[in-house]
């Protein structure tokens, strides 16, 4: 890989804290962004962008990569027989097929400009391989849930904390905490994973209010709302993710805010199965509750598409509101990146392009009909509104060029697609 590169040209949409939009270079040195305006001298790469934007790699916060392989295997079916699917194929699933499905879920990120995702899994040993051959970013959190509902071999919470112990430090995985959610997590188990957290800094994702059934089936069994009972036990704090968020009331809201907690909206995710709900984003950011956004897994959405991702979140909160003015453009731009790097507690590192900063950097493609006109003025609303992952040109992941001219550098894009076919014809052949 290259010691320096730089990116000349281009249409910079910094997401800095004035949210600058500049043209210019930008130099990378060290897997760093070195200088950003106009830059003298040159590098080991150049690119020239030919005016094209230029923006931080996207932060797809839910999601479960391996699950790629299982793509259109459980479409159009009531929820409770989806889930029966599901659950059948999941529990049967091999090594091969997991590292085939997260192969193939990493290369579709990064050729549609995420460079970072956070999977709630178990196996993520064999995920790590893939985030790692992908040259990417994995905030891999391992399914943690009761003993007595798991296929797991041994203790979930103790197979996360041996994960946890192998991968932590890497420079491409940080491993994490997936609580599967309250209708298989004990206050046991809750706890016992914020006492790792708290040792550990680890973040802990986890699915809520994702569906009516799960809320009213909670409330019958505990007396609270799960957000309210997981505040009443002390399990939120400023390292929680939680997942889709949809059917939360106010009190709720306020009680993940003064948490410091922060949420993963998975809008397509949710219509797709009809689950109802829209997540209450303009109270989550009125109390102050960080907003990310999620594509959730291949089975639920089939897509990891960020940018389709972003549109569909504006709209929806538009739309269900009667108010045009809801999420407007850059706050849908802020989720997929500023705000996702901080609720990820990687504000410091990623998230936007200013000097310091890792190098993870999308370019988009010139001569793309969708994005032109291009102004300084229509840049962010062009990137949710107009472009698609079609439109990614090139990706740099610490500094790495990991995509070039739309060509996959790290991983055989014709291998990966060709064991990924063969994992879902071996996963079809075992559950028919």
Not at 269 to 283: C, F, H, R, Y
Not at 361 to 371: E, N
Request: aromatic share 6%; charged share 25%.
């Amino acid at each position: 890989m290259a010691r320096s590169v730089l990116i000349r040209n281009g249409m910079i949409i910094t997401q800095d804290r004035d949210r600058r939009v500049l043209q210019g270079d930008v130099l990378v040195e060290g897997g760093l962004i070195a200088e950003v305006g106009k830059v003298r001298g040159g590098a080991d790469v150049e690119i020239d962008a030919k005016g094209a934007p230029i923006l931080p790699g996207l932060i797809n916060a839910h999601c479960h990569v391996a699950m790629t392989v299982m793509k259109g295997m459980v479409d159009d079916l009531p929820f409770g027989e989806f889930l029966d699917r599901t659950f059948s194929i999941d529990s049967d699933r091999q090594d091969d097929d997991l590292l085939a499905g997260s192969r193939l879920g990493c290369l579709e990120m990064l050729m549609g400009g995420t460079t970072t995702f956070v999977d709630l899994y178990y196996s993520q040993d064999v995920i790590a391989r893939a985030v790692k051959e992908a040259g990417m970013r994995g905030v891999l959190c391992w399914a943690v849930l009761d003993q007595q509902f798991t296929t797991q071999r041994g203790v979930p919470l103790e197979n996360c904390k041996a994960f946890h112990s192998r991968y932590a430090g890497d420079e491409h995985i940080l491993p994490g905490i997936g609580l599967q959610g309250v209708y298989v997590c004990s206050e046991e188990t809750f706890m016992g994973a914020r006492a790792f957290s708290d040792r550990t800094g680890a973040l802990m994702t986890f699915h809520l209010s994702e569906t009516r059934k799960e809320v009213y089936e909670h409330k019958a069994k505990t007396g609270k709302r799960p957000a309210d009972w997981l505040a009443s036990i002390g399990f939120l704090n400023e390292r929680c993710l939680a997942a889709h968020s949809a059917w939360l009331t106010i009190g709720e809201v306020r009680a993940l805010a003064k948490a410091g907690a922060s949420i993963a909206t998975c809008p397509v995710s949710n219509m797709k199965l009809a689950t109802g709900g829209v997540a209450p984003i303009p109270e989550m950011l009125r109390e102050g509750v960080k907003v990310t956004i999620g594509t959730d897994g291949s089975t639920t959405n089939n897509s990891l598409d960020m940018f389709g991702e972003m549109k569909a979140l504006a709209l929806l909160q538009k739309a269900s509101r009667w108010d045009p003015t809801v999420v407007p453009a850059q706050e849908a731009l802020d989720f997929a990146t500023v705000s996702a790097a901080a609720a990820l507690g990687l504000e410091r590192e990623i998230g936007s392009i200013e000097v310091g900063k890792r190098a993870d950097i999308v370019i988009m493609d010139h001569a793309s009909p969708a994005i032109r006109p291009l102004t300084k003025e229509n840049a962010v609303s062009n990137m949710v509104y107009s472009a698609g992952r079609g439109d990614v040109r090139s990706v740099l992941c610490y500094g790495n060029v990991v995509i070039k001219d739309r060509v996959p550098q790290t991983l055989d894009l014709g291998q990966v697609i060709e064991d990924a076919q063969g994992a879902m014809a071996k996963i079809a052949a075992r559950v028919g």
